[in-house]
């Protein structure tokens, strides 16, 4: 090995040990800290302490001579949300993933210095698996589930101009109240939809909002957005589980009771119940009414919002069906002051009631 391959070997090696030791004592602080779990914590100790002295192995003067953060290419690439955390569960999902593909680049690099060093490592790393997993099974659902439950005003809105004033209107919306936002616009390419998707998933992060996209799961999936929107002619809710997995959220038109029920049974995690009233975004051929929104008031336990047509003169009817969630479009958009219209309505609103 030349000298300049052995010199880049240990500054790999001394990264990445320092990138699993720093995952690991991420995870072990959740365990002692926050989850009182003595066997975890201990195990999690014992890890780190192997992985130690399995590294301890290597000289470490060479390993430290081999550093040189500030000539480190990487420490100048992030992506966006590398600076967000959702939630607790996403740090240590961080962590876990982090942990893993240090200690497996150490076995494998460790292999071309230290065969002793490379198996110490692989069998950390299996126990690795076992703990991180257990320690993320403990940690509540992420708290997208509990976001929804909690939202009453969405708000469904369009590329806009340019990504700038797309970026300031969305992150006014959420300052001004607005619970979810969904992305929708026929006339965007797919280059310009998954741009705009990905800047508004991370102002929704930042400002603790939820952001769907439209109709397309495959462009929620590519921008981490909270979840996609599909109507009754979309993909089915189960493909679009099957693209999303089961942490984001699946919405579904519903237009009838049994398409409502429907979208219970298919595990959908909120419906959309209309058009109740004409609007100005979109026409049909016929209307629900409120009598729909009683129906499923009645019988669904999914978080429903209403849509179609809704606006300060007709919410009370929407209210009085016993719907406390609403899908707008117009009512904003066409706001003299938009954040004025969305305050109004959150205080119309109130806190949603359970369905
Ligand atoms: C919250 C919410 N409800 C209903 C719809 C309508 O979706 P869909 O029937 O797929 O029609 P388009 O929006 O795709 O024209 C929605 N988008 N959001
Ligand atoms: C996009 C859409 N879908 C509807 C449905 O009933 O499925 S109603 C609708 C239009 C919503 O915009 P506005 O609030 O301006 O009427
Ligand atoms: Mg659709």
Known sequence: ?????????????????????????????????????HEMSAELKSIRHCVANAVGRLPRSTMLAARDTPGDVGTEITVPTEMMRSSVASVVAA?????????RVIEEYGKT?????ASEIERARYRTYTVAALLELSLPADDRQRRLAASSLYVLVDAGVDEAAFSESVRGLYQSGVDVLQLRDRSASDRTL???SAVAALIARQCGGLFIVNDRADLAFASDADGVHVGQEELPVADARRILGPDKLIGLSTHSIDQARDAVADGADYIGCGPVFAGRTKTFDRYVGPAFLQQVSAEIELPAFAIGGIDLTNLD????????????????????????????LKRRLGKPVTK
């Open 113 to 117: 210095i230290d065969g002793q060093l």
């Open 95 to 103: 962590a876990a993933a982090r942990t893993a593909q240090s200690l």
């Open 194 to 196: 998954l741009q705009r």
């Open 1 to 37: 090995m030349t000298e300049k391959t052995l010199r880049a070997t240990y500054r790999i090696l001394d990264a990445s040990s320092n990138r699993a030791l720093e995952g690991l004592r991420t995870m072990e602080e959740w365990a002692r800290f926050a989850n009182d779990d």
């Open 317 to 344: 009817q929407v209210t009085g069906a016993g719907i406390h969630r609403v899908a707008v479009t117009g009512a904003v958009r066409d706001a003299d002051d938009p954040a004025e219209a969305v305050a109004e």
